[in-house]
């Protein structure tokens, strides 16, 4: 485009006849500015001729060599100025603009930009003299340095101790245009660039200098830095390998290594590198710090504390560890693990933390209905520990862990304690939801302190109670330490099928299609049993249970009439309606002193209180019924509906 306001007089004959005239301040000060203007406005070729000019005034201000300076880099180096052909005129202006210090460093930045408008043949021809003189401007006043990559280098040393960072990567890009395979120029790029965080750059520089000296290994470790900023791990993780095989206890690249490793989520890796630098290194707190994280990120709490706490000892007050070591005390209280029973169970105490081994006082009989669970329950744990000879010759053995599932309330836990009664074994209950809460972090070696006492008390039972609240069989659902518990458990289960038959084991869930596949393999808890909500014959059969254990019953209980009404109860309901019609005339009889037996009056009002149970169950029903359809193939009693329609 046609530059509009070009100024109409030639600036040489202007400015000579402007400095005729006597100068005051203001009146130099507003000529300036109109040079300048003009330098603006003036096309190309003019405005070389203008700077020329301007350059030479022996009266300038540094902060008006340093404006020229600029108006340089705003108008006439920008690529459409098209002044390449006559840009050695140009650069002879800059170096007389920037004999003052202040100014080199900005015009080895136009020179930087020189070298991007010129077409390459033209560089040296235009360039190389004037950045020659340029450069020389940096070294006492007698020296006789030539255009050479040692002057780059003596040059870029001075920048250096000046922590001219910026200048240093113009200086060294001018210097490698000129001497491309010059090791320390382009080293000295790289690793500036590295700092100012133009790692790309840096990376693209390493990878030359490795080309060029593949035996440099250093240059790996450097790149690998680079693709560390770049957040390209892999990268950075191939290259401080190929390191480490030439160097394998290098403690720097052991550090990366490990880092790497980490950011990739290769939490386990990340803390075996880590734990051989601490060997190496044991009273460097960084690497407690970074160990303390990795250990954190892995749930085991209990050793990220210890290392937190070994930051703070080699330096008190370090803030990241005194943050990790608060939040990981805090979730370790808010997940219920007082002091002493934590530290009981650091001593391996199981007794503090399992109570004593005790054998359960409940039996089979104090269980209404559940005819074909108990049976099943005879065959394969009771008899077989019962009668181990006979048993033997016909090749049945105890174990094989036996899953329950079925709603809530309905007996899944009293068939385990009444089935260690049943068979004088000890029994003891897990409830998997809170060794995960309770022992977080830890869950694993919880579970095998659990199967280790089992192994002690045996024989056993062993009761896992909700499964499903393990992660469930979504593997992607499952966090970290579930994942722990999951593989310790299932590492137990196929230890018991092994070597031992007097452990056995049972579990129960509401929700079987939640429970994970693998624990459900055979052999662990491979048979699943349906504990059905009870039917009206269990319920009257339950409301006997629990009333009879009640000496004051009048006579003419109408069970079929209870057994009617308490659709939809769960046994526990049910012992709980028992229970409630008991302290209608438990309470008369405290307060009128008048005794008198409970009667149908007080189990009805009892029963109308309350509400069944298991209507929401009954909406899972038919998810039961799918799941049973895969299920049913399996070994064991399997889905066996309600005995009368539900009430939905
Ligand atoms: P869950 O199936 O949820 O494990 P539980 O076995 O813990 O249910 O039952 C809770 C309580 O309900 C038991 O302690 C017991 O008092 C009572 N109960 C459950 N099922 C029966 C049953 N079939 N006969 C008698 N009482 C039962």
């Known amino acids: 485009m046609q530059d509009q306001h070009q100024s109409p007089e030639p600036p040489r004959e202007a400015r000579s006849l402007d400095s005729q005239l006597p100068q005051t301040p203001l009146r130099r000060r507003r000529e300036f500015e109109q040079d300048l203007l003009r330098l603006k406005l003036s096309p190309a070729d003019t405005k070389v001729d203008i700077l020329g000019v301007l350059s030479e005034l022996p009266d300038l201000s540094l902060a008006e060599k340093r404006q020229l300076l600029l108006s340089v880099e705003r108008y006439v180096l920008n690529p459409r100025s098209e002044v390449p052909a006559r840009i050695g005129a140009v ?35 235009q360039l190389q003299e004037p950045l020659e003189k340029l450069l020389r401007l ?16 003596r040059v870029s040393r001075r920048l250096e101790h000046n922590h001219e960072d910026e200048s240093l990567i113009e200086l060294a890009t001018l210097g490698l245009f000129f001497f ?14 590295l700092d100012k965080g133009d790692a790309a750059r840096a990376r693209g520089d390493y990878e030359r200098l490795l080309e060029q000296y593949p035996d440099q290994h250093g240059y790996l470790l450097d790149r690998a830095e680079a693709c560390l900023k770049m957040e390209d791990y892999e990268a950075a993780l191939d290259d401080v390998e190929a390191f480490l095989d030439e160097y394998p206890d290098d403690p720097l690249a052991l550090k990366k290594q490990s880092e790497c490793l980490f950011q990739l989520n290769r939490n386990i890796d990340s803390l075996k590198v880590l734990d051989r630098l601490v060997q190496l290194e044991p009273a460097n707190p960084e690497l407690f710090l970074q160990r303390a994280k990795v250990n954190e990120s892995l749930d085991y709490f209990d050793e990220a504390i210890k290392d937190a706490e070994r930051v703070l000892e080699l330096q008190p007050g370090n803030p990241e560890a005194k943050q990790i070591r608060h939040s990981l005390m805090l979730h370790r209280q808010s997940y219920g693990m007082e002091d002493d029973i934590y530290t009981a169970f650091g001593r391996g105490d199981e007794e503090a933390v399992l109570g004593e081994a005790k054998i359960p006082e409940a039996r089979f009989s104090d269980i209404g209905g559940l005819d074909k669970v108990k049976q099943a329950i005879r065959e394969t744990i009771e008899y077989p520990l019962k009668y181990p000879e006979i048993s033997s010759r016909y090749g049945k053995r105890a174990g094989g862990g036996i ?99 007097k452990v056995m084991v049972l579990g129960a869930t509401n929700a079987p299609w939640e429970v994970d596949f693998a624990l459900r393999r055979p052999g662990r808890l491979g048979r699943l049993i349906f504990v059905p909500p009870p039917g009206p014959a269990e319920r009257a059969e339950i409301f ?34 028992v229970e409630n019609a008991a302290t209608i005339p438990w309470r008369s009889a ?28 009954e909406k899972l029903v038919r998810r039961y019924q799918e799941f049973d359809q895969q299920t049913l193939k399996r070994p064991g009693i399997g889905f066996r509906k309600s005995s009368e329609p539900s009430a939905t």
């Open 91 to 125: 650069l002879e202006s800059v170096l007389r603009l920037s004999r003052a210090e202040q100014n080199r460093d900005y015009a080895l930045k136009l020179f930087r930009m020189a070298l991007e408008t010129l077409r390459k043949e033209d560089v040296v021809r």
């Open 138 to 153: 940096y070294l006492p006043p007698n020296s006789q340095a030539l255009f050479s990559a040692e002057l780059f280098m």
């Open 180 to 193: 491309p395979f010059h090791g320390p120029l382009r080293e000295l790029r790289a690793d500036y660039n």
């Open 403 to 501: 899953l329950f599932f079925g709603p809530p309330g309905c007996g899944k836990t009293l068939l385990a304690r009444a089935a260690a009664g049943e068979c004088q074994v000890s029994f003891i209950n897990v409830n998997l939801a809170s060794v995960l809460d309770k022992w977080v972090g830890n869950s694993e070696k919880a579970v095998s302190m659990i199967f280790a006492t089992a192994r002690k008390r045996a024989p056993s039972i062993v009761f896992l109670d909700e499964v499903d609240a393990i992660g469930g069989s979504r593997s992607s659902m499952q966090s970290g330490w579930e994942k722990k518990l999951i593989s310790q458990l299932l590492i137990e289960l196929d230890g018991l099928t092994s070597d031992n038959d």
């Open 544 to 577: 006997k249970i629990y009333l009879n254990q009640r000496p004051l019953v009048s006579e003419d209980i109408d069970w079929s009439w209870l057994a009617q009404n308490s659709n939809n109860y769960s046994a526990d309901a049910i012992r709980q309606v």
């Open 590 to 617: 405290i307060e009128t002193g008048e005794q008198r037996a409970i009667g149908m009056s007080d189990l009805k009002s009892a029963l109308e209180s309350t509400s069944p149970d298991l209507l929401e169950w």
